[in-house]
């Protein structure tokens, strides 16, 4: 698989289940990020992990990281109707030269939850 | 809150024509980057720019692809002579970290469609 897969790639599910998108990487990073994307719109910064962290939280989701295994899970509880969009995990690689970031993405994973 | 705008929204051309895609980063934030994503895949990196000169680019950003920071403010993707397969969203974004300390404030995108 290629850097930055997201499993499963679609997912539906009932307003006030929780959620749980995967994504599995290949290369050291210094951290993951995961972004939502509305249909037709920007990305949007959710939450950011870095290499030495294993899990955080923010509000209604938490991510995970297992960087021996080179994947991270997102989990959003208590999901809403808003919650519906694609999301995507993006790893910020450890490369040898250069300070600006390039972030890889995976192909992300549309939720749609139903109300 | 700061945010990343970009102009235009939607622009056609006619291939083989210029196309200039522009954005304004958030006015603190020194590090810039545009991305694109061709309608179902992934998001793409192209280019980032710190310092007033490219970092990094793709092998994507080729001799038809350039970026300048004419001002204090504007920050400009110019396509020299478009191809049908340049049609994408084209996202910019900044970050006012170093790699591996924060997340990219994303723009809405420019979606350039060429005919």
């Known amino acids: 698989s290629q850097q930055g897969e997201e499993d499963p790639q679609a997912l539906s599910i009932q307003e006030g289940e929780n959620a749980t998108m995967n994504c599995s990487y290949k290369?050291?990073?210094?951290?993951l990020q995961w972004y939502r994307q509305n249909s037709g719109r920007g990305l949007v910064h959710l939450i950011l992990?870095?290499?030495?962290?294993r899990e955080k939280h923010s509000g209604r989701l938490r991510v995970t990281l297992d960087t021996s295994k080179k994947s991270s899970s997102l989990l959003i509880t208590a999901s809403r109707a808003a919650d519906t969009a694609s999301y995507f995990c993006?790893?910020?690689?450890?490369?040898?030269?250069?300070?600006?970031?390039?972030?890889?993405f995976g192909s992300g994973t549309q939720l749609t939850v139903l109300p | 809150e700061p945010e990343v705008t970009q102009t235009p929204s939607h622009q056609v051309t006619q291939m083989g024509q210029e196309v200039i895609l522009r954005c304004v980063p958030i006015?603190?934030?020194?590090?810039f980057y545009w991305y694109r994503q061709i309608l179902g895949q992934k998001v793409e990196f192209l280019v980032s720019?710190?310092?007033?000169?490219?970092?990094?680019k793709s092998e994507i950003f080729d001799d038809q692809f350039s970026v300048e920071r004419p001002d204090g403010s504007n920050f400009t993707l110019k396509i020299r002579s478009t191809k049908l397969e340049d049609s994408a969203m084209y996202f910019c974004?900044?970050?006012?970290?170093?790699?591996?300390?924060?997340?990219?404030?994303f723009g809405e995108g420019s979606r350039l469609t060429v005919l």
């Open positions: 974004a900044s970050s006012n970290r170093d790699r591996g300390n924060g997340e990219l404030f």
């Open positions: 290369t050291s990073i210094n951290n």
């Open positions: 992990i870095r290499s030495n962290e």
């Open positions: 993006a790893t910020d690689q450890v490369i040898s030269s250069g300070s600006a970031r390039q972030l890889t």
């Open positions: 006015s603190n934030h020194l590090y």
């Open positions: 720019f710190y310092n007033n000169e490219i970092s990094e």
